[in-house]
């Protein structure tokens, strides 16, 4: 199996514990870099007494537990070496390699111990079981040679006292290995472990290397000719990598990937030390550029995690043309927010906020966050999908719990429930915010944490809120990437020999669809906006109501029910039909007088009935009484005038003595009108003459 320690720390090189002296590390000049690169030069030397402290205190935690009945080596609950918080990130990286390198060997280094008879020790308590089995994996890694140690160094007690007593005992130590890989006809130690664990082992070392070009240090052209220059070659797919090559991945336009075996190489060029080139999973890459899809070149994004300084590091570059903020929540500690800040800014960023509360503490409310458009949501997750988990737990500061995970295969039931709901309670949190996306993304395989997570969200909606509900959609990514736009809603990437698993949901909110023309001009017409404040559809419907009415009177007289005229003496008036046309281009109503043989006339203004034993007014009368009516209406562009019938009852014929034209008269002034009121009113006209009278032709002119 390759060296799992090519990118560790020297021991020559010291242990950093002053947060100031680390900033000096990482972010360097010419010189810094010259010694960043030193510091992955490795030699099985063996490391500092604060790395063996860190690295028992981490296989405490994650070691396998066994039955007590069967358990022959006993573990004590706390180890009494001072917990040991180390800032050199080189240091930490050799820490967790030990622990996890330890969890893998631990049934083998206990039969060591047991069979050497260097265990049980009255001298050395229960509490440094942890402590004996770290130190004794490197011990036999360095082939049983002592540790070179460096004066600068501050000795741990316990570390040293353990060291002398396993080297007090090396050779049977040693011996005590032979017998075992002869037991077990393996080669190495590596050959003894489960079949399993080998390929897992072997896939991850195989892994390529995912890097992402740093924009805002150096442009891509700018980086592929400096890669050219140092001996690289440009290869089509991740198929053809081999040796002194590279390629451009196929989602992200922006990263690289390099085989394995050139990560020592990688890490000591100037293109890492001056953080032009950067190494991350591209799970990360994944869900920063599905966030960079849905932004605007004004829109705020929201970064719920910490996580990893990369990841924001790269949303920055990505969004750097525009005046996009990006907001990080739960940054705590001031020292933490500085020491972020200085490795930013080394980096070229300038459009970070940071704030120290944690993500559910925010309200959605919050009028720092009333421009954000996009949540970056990357979630706790089992994270059993990942290649590296060593980087991954470094980088995305994840739990040291996923070393034993991942040599298990497996999660307990009891912490996959706690991670889907602490999950679902982010992501419900999230769905509250007014936004316009919300990209969901984990490392898991297990849909608990996935898929019925995002479904489980969107079932249960907002409660309390009045808010436009969410939808899946498909994720976008490098807009000049050459595939086809994917029509899946979930974005999905199983665990293999080529890349790290990953899981990629965008939550979008769910627009209407745009308005027609004619609706805008309906909903513009309710409420006044157009034509002096008229509803155009209602004013439609009355004008369509009264040809309807006039067309139905119309076929009533065709069938019959004509209105008749009678003699002075014996007549009897009928029905009379008016009707009165306003037309929209003219302002004044236009008056029709129809034939005086017919006996009609045309009015704008309804008339009420009088008592049987009135007397009708006089024409002149009328016309001066609706003159100012008629004005008004002329006025009123907007009133249309409905079609009124006039029913005339039967005159009563005059004395017989009186003379002709003063009967003529006495009729005229006895007339009884019934007006029907307007359409809208809902009135009914009178029903017309039971008694059918002969029609005849009146004798005045």
């Given at each position: 199996m390759p060296d799992c320690k090519s990118d560790l720390v020297s021991l020559h090189e010291g242990v950093i514990n002053d947060p100031s002296e680390l900033s000096e590390v990482r972010i360097s000049d010419e010189k810094g870099s010259v010694d960043r690169r030193r510091m992955t030069v490795?030699?099985?030397?063996?490391?500092?007494?604060?790395?063996?402290?860190?690295?028992?205190?981490?296989?405490?935690?994650?070691?396998?537990?066994?039955?007590?009945?069967?358990?022959?080596v006993r573990y004590g609950g706390d180890s009494v070496s001072p917990m040991v918080t180390l800032q050199d990130e080189h240091s930490q990286r050799a820490a967790y390699e030990l622990a996890f390198s330890a969890l893998k060997y631990q049934d083998l280094l206990e039969e060591i111990l047991l069979d050497s008879s260097v265990y049980p020790c009255p001298s050395i308590p229960d509490e440094l079981t942890s402590l004996l089995v770290v130190m004794l994996y490197d011990l036999q890694d360095r082939k049983f040679e002592?540790?070179?140690?460096?004066?600068?160094?501050?000795?741990?007690?316990?570390?040293?006292?353990?060291?002398?007593?396993?080297?007090?005992?090396?050779?049977?130590?040693?011996?005590?290995?032979?017998?075992?890989?002869?037991?077990?006809?393996?080669?190495?130690?590596?050959?003894?472990?489960?079949?399993?664990?080998?390929?897992?082992?072997?896939?991850?070392?195989?892994?390529?290397?995912?890097?992402?070009?740093?924009?805002?240090?150096?442009?891509?052209q700018d980086a592929f000719r400096d890669l050219k220059e140092e001996g690289f070659t440009r290869v089509a797919s991740v198929a053809d990598l081999d040796h002194d090559t590279y390629c451009v991945d196929q989602h992200c336009h922006d990263v690289l990937f390099f085989p394995s075996s050139l990560k020592e190489k990688l890490l000591n060029s100037d293109l890492f030390a001056d953080f032009?080139?950067?190494?991350?999973?591209?799970?990360?890459?994944?869900?920063?550029?599905?966030?960079?899809?849905?932004?605007?070149?004004?829109?705020?994004?929201?970064?719920?995690?910490?996580?990893?300084?990369?990841?924001?590091?790269?949303?920055?570059?990505?969004?750097?043309?525009?005046?996009?903020?990006?907001?990080?929540?739960?940054?705590?500690?001031?020292?933490?927010?500085?020491?972020?800040?200085?490795?930013?800014?080394?980096?070229?960023?300038?459009?970070?906020?940071?704030?120290?509360?944690?993500?559910?503490?925010?309200?959605?409310?919050?009028?720092?966050?009333?421009?954000?458009?996009?949540?970056?949501?990357?979630?706790?997750?089992?994270?059993?999908?990942?290649?590296?988990?060593?980087?991954?737990?470094?980088?995305?500061?994840?739990?040291?719990g996923l070393l034993r995970d991942i040599f298990q295969g497996s999660v307990s039931e009891d912490r996959l429930h706690v991670l889907a709901e602490g999950q679902l309670n982010e992501l419900r949190h999230a769905l509250q915010f007014k936004v316009e996306a919300v990209v969901y993304c984990t490392c898991s395989v297990y849909p608990e944490e996935n898929e019925l997570v995002v479904k489980k969200a969107l079932e249960s909606g907002v409660e309390g809120k009045k808010m436009q509900p969410y939808r899946l959609i498909p994720p976008v990514f490098s807009p000049c990437s050459d595939l086809e736009a994917s029509t899946e809603t979930f974005f999905k990437m199983e665990p293999s020999d080529v890349s790290s698993g990953c899981f990629l949901a965008v939550l979008a909110i769910e627009k209407e669809p745009p308005e027609s023309p004619s609706d805008i001009l309906a909903r513009a017409a309710a409420k006044g906006l157009l034509d002096g404040g008229v509803d155009k559809t209602k004013r439609g419907k009355k004008q369509k109501g009264a040809q309807k009415g006039a067309q139905r009177r119309q076929n009533i007289t065709t069938s019959g029910a004509e209105p008749k005229i009678t003699q002075p003496h014996h007549q009897t008036l009928s029905k009379v039909k008016a009707e009165v046309s306003v037309s929209k281009a003219v302002s004044k109503a236009e008056e029709k007088v129809v034939d005086q043989r017919e006996s009609s006339a045309e009015v704008k203004k309804s008339i009420q009935p009088t008592s049987d034993t009135g007397h009708a007014p006089a024409a002149g009368k009328v016309r001066e009484r609706q003159a100012p009516g008629r004005k008004v209406r002329a006025e009123r562009k907007r009133l249309v005038l409905k079609t009124v019938e006039i029913v005339l009852p039967p005159v009563i014929p005059p004395?017989?003595?009186?003379?002709?034209?003063?009967?003529?008269?006495?009729?005229?002034?006895?007339?009884?009108?019934?007006?029907?009121?307007?359409?809208?009113?809902?009135?009914?006209?009178?029903?017309?003459?039971?008694?059918?009278?002969?029609?005849?032709?009146?004798?005045?002119?």
């Open positions: 490795i030699e099985k030397s063996g490391y500092h007494d604060s790395v063996y402290a860190s690295a028992a205190q981490i296989f405490q935690g994650i070691r396998t537990e066994k039955r007590r009945d069967r358990a022959l002592p540790r070179k140690v460096v004066n600068e160094e501050e000795p741990v007690a316990e570390v040293r006292k353990v060291e002398h007593y396993l080297y007090s005992f090396r050779t049977k130590l040693a011996a005590a290995l032979a017998r075992c890989r002869i037991k077990n006809d393996a080669l190495s130690i590596e050959c003894i472990l489960p079949e399993a664990i080998r390929k897992r082992e072997q896939r991850a070392s195989a892994l390529p290397l995912c890097v992402w070009v740093n924009t805002l240090k150096i442009s891509l032009k080139l950067l190494l991350q999973d591209k799970s990360r890459s994944l869900a920063v550029h599905s966030v960079q899809a849905q932004l605007g070149t004004e829109d705020d994004v929201i970064v719920a995690h910490l996580g990893s300084h990369l990841t924001i590091a790269h949303l920055s570059a990505l969004t750097a043309q525009s005046t996009s903020r990006i907001f990080v929540c739960g940054v705590k500690s001031s020292a933490k927010a500085d020491e972020l800040r200085n490795l930013l800014t080394h980096m070229g960023c300038q459009n970070i906020q940071l704030l120290h509360e944690d993500f559910t503490k925010i309200e959605p409310t919050d009028p720092r966050l009333e421009k954000a458009k996009v949540i970056l949501l990357l979630p706790q997750c089992s994270g059993l999908g990942v290649g590296n988990p060593i980087d991954f737990i470094l980088n995305e500061c994840g739990d040291a004395p017989a003595a009186l003379p002709r034209n003063k009967a003529r008269s006495w009729t005229h002034q006895h007339l009884h009108c019934r007006a029907a009121a307007k359409g809208s009113s809902g009135r009914t006209l009178p029903p017309p003459l039971s008694k059918a009278v002969k029609p005849a032709v009146p004798s005045h002119p």
